[in-house]
């Protein structure tokens, strides 16, 4: 039997985003109502995560804005906003 699940994360409910070295796996976390820029390196490994003024930065900065102008938002719309995470289909045996 092939199953598929559908997992969805409600908007209002993201509250921080975490930023997770690929060097070296350390992490740190960012939460929106604090949020004033994003780390510019890893605390642990000093890998440079962010140029200020870089495209990948504007759009970040954007993203957190958006995200806390929905979630300001949520108490007068007249739908929840959700949304869909990819999961990879488990395969099941048996009848
Ligand atoms: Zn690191």
């Known amino acids: 039997m092939t199953a598929e699940q559908k997992l969805f994360i409600i908007f209002s409910d993201l509250i921080a985003l975490e930023f997770r070295c690929k060097a070296c796996g350390s992490s740190v976390r960012r939460p929106f109502d604090t949020w004033m820029q994003s780390p510019a390196m890893c605390s642990n490994c000093q890998t440079i995560w962010v140029s200020d003024g870089s495209e990948r930065e504007k759009f970040l ?35």
């Open 61 to 95: 900065r954007s993203v957190v804005h958006t995200l806390k102008k929905l979630a300001e938002s949520d108490e007068e719309a007249k739908y929840e906003l959700r949304a869909e995470i990819q999961t990879r289909r488990t395969q099941e045996d048996g009848k």
